[in-house]
């Protein structure tokens, strides 16, 4: 299949967008590039006339847009997700340049859906929606005046994923991602465990499990694996006489 292909299982999710003619104009920059898979995560409003307007001849991406409750719906059935953050500090993640995110996305996009994740426009990404995310990605833009429009950072990536794949092959990666809802089942069944045997504070959860989808993230896990670690965790229970759903 040639690498553009690939571009169907790319997925653009926007966060809490707050004006609809961004999640116009975010609809129209995808559609002149090849995307198609349009996720908004509670939109302030939509369906909207202004949204319609600013997207132009990509009606079509706009009327077939997934409107998801949480950000863990919509990136339910990819195996990767990029989020985007002009913030560096206090991130302890290495930010990707556009094209780098773009060669990971469209290398993974052969097994499965990778999502570019926004954020709200005045606020961007929330710390839970960045832990939501595998790897990172930032606009190297003006730093003197790095705003820059939500559909405007759409139609960069956008570009950037285009771009890249023209104009490169790539080879079937090794990895077997695990989906992102098997990997925060995954979590979900770690804090619980981990608060029966009295590892975790459950008063003050957020210091410690961001550390552990951190340490995670970093090595990507595959099917096996979460299959190990779920099993190791129920053998924890089993000695505990715990039981997790």
């Given at each position: 299949m ?6 169907s299982n790319?997925?653009?999710v ?6 609809p003619?961004?999640?116009?104009a975010?609809?129209?920059?995808m559609?002149t590039?090849?995307?198609?898979q349009l996720?908004?995560v ?5 369906p909207?006339?202004?949204a319609e307007?600013m997207?132009?001849g ?6 077939g847009?997934?409107?998801c409750g ?8 990819c ?6 953050s002009t913030?560096?500090?206090?991130l302890?993640?290495?930010?990707l340049t556009?094209?780098e995110a773009?060669r ?6 052969q097994g499965g859906?990778v999502?570019?994740?926004f954020g709200?426009e005045?606020f961007?990404l929330s710390?839970e929606?960045?832990?939501c995310?595998q790897?990172l990605?930032?606009i190297p833009a003006n730093?003197e005046?790095g705003s ?5 950072a759409?139609q960069v990536?956008a570009?950037e994923?285009?771009?890249?794949a023209?104009?490169?092959?790539f080879a079937q ?6 989906d992102l ?11 619980q465990?981990?608060i ?8 003050s959860?957020?210091r410690?499990?961001?550390k ?7 090595t990507?896990?595959?099917?096996e694996e979460i299959?190990?670690?779920r099993?190791?965790?129920?053998a ?9 759903k």
């Amino acid at each position: 299949m040639p690498t553009q292909n690939f571009l169907s299982n790319i997925r653009i999710v926007l966060c809490r967008p707050s004006h609809p003619g961004n999640i116009g104009a975010a609809a129209r920059a995808m559609k002149t590039m090849g995307l198609s898979q349009l996720f908004l995560v509670s939109p302030k409003k939509f369906p909207h006339a202004d949204a319609e307007a600013m997207a132009s001849g990509a009606a079509d991406v706009l009327a077939g847009a997934s409107v998801c409750g949480s950000l863990e719906e919509a990136l339910f059935g990819c195996v990767l997700a990029i989020g985007t953050s002009t913030r560096q500090r206090d991130l302890q993640t290495a930010l990707l340049t556009p094209a780098e995110a773009a060669r990971q996305a469209l290398s993974e996009a052969q097994g499965g859906n990778v999502a570019f994740v926004f954020g709200n426009e005045t606020f961007g990404l929330s710390k839970e929606e960045l832990a939501c995310c595998q790897a990172l990605m930032t606009i190297p833009a003006n730093p003197e005046y790095g705003s820059l429009n939500l559909g405007a950072a759409v139609q960069v990536m956008a570009y950037e994923l285009r771009r890249t794949a023209l104009a490169e092959s790539f080879a079937q990666p090794e990895l077997d991602a695990a989906d992102l809802a098997d990997v925060e089942r995954f979590y979900a069944h770690l804090e619980q465990t981990l608060i029966e045997i009295g590892f975790l504070n459950p008063a003050s959860p957020k210091r410690l499990m961001p550390k552990l989808r951190r340490l995670f993230s970093r090595t990507r896990l595959q099917k096996e694996e979460i299959n190990i670690l779920r099993g190791m965790l129920s053998a924890m229970e089993s000695c505990k006489n715990i039981r997790v759903k």
